[in-house]
């Protein structure tokens, strides 16, 4: 088989419900690559499956049992999500071209007072970031709730007085809560390559008037000394957005 044939297989009929059925094939230069999505009966491309889909669970079974109240207004939520989603973007585009008239140094005033910040669900101390990202916002304040492993083994294993390396520190979460853990005294090797994450660890540093304990290193740690090439995946502050090396 020399091309991919993907295809959504209607089983309604069959008792109710849906099944798909995704066959790997491999094209010329791409060899295993997974497709999913091929024109059937009038939908195409991924977003005509999902179209699909919602037919087939809004049909009702042969035994008159309608869909199950719970996809309904799961259905119903995504779509007001969608329009929460579009009024948003509206609000946003709205703001951005007032500003635009603005004179620019009124602009720029703007932005440099803007910050937003945010208190990270560390229950023990308070601990302050900057969100200027939806990243920042949605994950990193809450960086207790995404690792409680890692903050148990923080609170658990590091001593006052004691130096902790955090390789790969992205926006300072956990250096925060191993200092603010040990009562400050504790010295922590923050290392940063990003740069666009790393001025915002340091914003994080100076915010919760860490400096001198939380020390920012804007390097990579590998296995040898060299010059590497770091690809980025995005440009939003407090993503993982780096990867080291040729490939």
Request: proline residues 5%; charged residues 25%.
């Amino acid at each position: 088989m020399t091309a991919h044939e993907d295809y959504w297989r209607d089983s309604s009929a069959d008792g109710g419900g849906i099944s798909v059925t995704c066959m790997r094939g491999s094209d010329v230069g791409s060899p295993g690559r997974m497709r999913c999505g091929r024109r059937v009966g009038g939908y195409d491309g991924i977003g005509g499956c999902a179209s699909r889909i919602r037919d087939v669970l809004m049909r009702p079974s042969a035994k008159g049992v309608g869909m199950p109240s719970s996809v309904r207004e799961l259905l119903r939520w995504v779509g007001l999500g969608r329009v929460k989603r579009g009024m948003t973007n509206a609000c946003v585009r709205g703001g951005v071209a007032l500003t635009r008239v603005l004179p620019r140094s009124v602009w720029l005033r703007i932005r440099e007072v803007s910050g937003i910040v945010g208190r990270m669900d560390y229950d023990r101390h308070p601990i302050y970031l900057r969100t200027d990202s939806w990243i920042e916002n949605d994950v990193r304040l809450h960086s207790c709730k995404k690792e409680p492993g890692t903050v148990e083994w923080i609170e658990s294993w590091i001593k006052p007085g004691e130096v902790l390396y955090d390789v790969g520190a992205c926006v300072g979460a956990y250096s925060l809560v191993a200092c603010r853990a040990c009562n400050e005294q504790l010295r922590v090797y923050a290392f940063e390559p990003g740069f666009v994450t790393f001025p915002q660890l340091c914003h994080n540093i100076v915010l919760n008037h860490a400096v001198g304990m939380i020390i920012p290193l804007q390097v990579a740690l590998l296995d040898d000394s060299g010059i590497r090439p770091f690809r980025y995946q995005n440009l939003m502050t407090g993503g993982p957005c780096t990867r080291s090396g040729n490939r």
